[in-house]
């Protein structure tokens, strides 16, 4: 009788997923990446509104040249470099994924330069896993690079889904005559 009530309750875990669109992955660091990203962007909007201010006060005729370009080297650096690193970072973290059953599509969120989400809309065709992943990349959709970390899933099944791992392994296995055949 225990092993009958483990199975029964195996597949009721299984099918309690709803059957409207519900979240199936919501990554543990979007909260973070997006405290970073307003923050860097809000400093660059503020070290652009100091541009005139600053100009005005090391432009004087007794400012050293060298400090002059120091100054702006590091208000430069902060303004617009730091923002930008920061994305090409961030760009491809997957804040949350959206499956909806009723047409096999999932929507996946990132956030652009300005911290806004940006959806994309796939499905499970759409993915591709790349032979050798790039930084900060597990999976491509659309030929589009992103991050996603394993244990974020909330349905550990749909992981699966998306790395192949449900379909038979193909080890491409072929002597060297086979590969010489096919050669024209």
Same mark, same amino acid.
């Given at each position: 009788?225990? &092993?009958?009530?483990? &199975?029964?309750?195996?597949?009721?875990?299984?099918?309690?997923?709803?059957?409207?669109?519900?979240?199936?992955? !919501?990554?543990? =660091?979007?909260?973070?990446?997006?405290?970073? %990203?307003?923050?860097?962007?809000?400093?660059?909007?503020?070290?652009?509104?100091?541009?005139?201010?600053?100009?005005?006060?090391?432009?004087? +005729?007794?400012?050293?040249?060298?400090?002059?370009?120091?100054?702006?080297?590091?208000?430069?650096?902060? *303004?617009?470099?730091? +923002?930008?690193?920061?994305?090409?970072?961030? !760009? %491809?973290?997957? @804040?949350?994924?959206?499956?909806?059953? &009723? *047409?096999?599509?999932? *929507?996946?969120?990132?956030?652009?330069?300005?911290? @806004? %989400? #940006?959806?994309?809309?796939?499905?499970?065709?759409?993915?591709?896993?790349?032979?050798?992943?790039?930084?900060? *990349?597990?999976?491509?959709?659309?030929?589009?690079? =992103?991050?996603?970390?394993?244990?974020?899933?909330?349905?550990?099944?749909?992981?699966?889904?998306?790395?192949?791992?449900?379909?038979?392994?193909?080890?491409?296995? #072929?002597?060297? !005559?086979?590969?010489? !055949?096919?050669?024209?």
């Amino acid at each position: 009788m225990g &092993k009958q009530s483990l &199975k029964n309750e195996g597949s009721a875990e299984s099918s309690s997923a709803p059957e409207g669109p519900h979240e199936i992955y !919501k990554g543990t =660091l979007a909260t973070q990446v997006k405290g970073v %990203k307003t923050f860097s962007f809000g400093t660059s909007l503020l070290g652009i509104g100091m541009q005139p201010m600053l100009y005005e006060h090391i432009s004087a +005729p007794d400012s050293s040249i060298p400090l002059m370009v120091a100054l702006y080297s590091a208000v430069g650096m902060f *303004t617009f470099v730091t +923002p930008f690193l920061i994305h090409f970072v961030t !760009k %491809k973290y997957i @804040t949350d994924i959206i499956f909806d059953p &009723k *047409t096999n599509e999932y *929507t996946a969120s990132t956030y652009n330069l300005i911290p @806004t %989400k #940006r959806k994309i809309i796939f499905k499970l065709e759409d993915i591709s896993i790349p032979d050798v992943p790039g930084a900060f *990349t597990s999976l491509c959709v659309k030929n589009t690079p =992103l991050l996603c970390i394993p244990s974020d899933f909330l349905y550990p099944e749909h992981y699966i889904k998306f790395m192949g791992y449900d379909k038979p392994v193909d080890f491409q296995l #072929r002597t060297p !005559k086979e590969n010489s !055949k096919d050669i024209p």
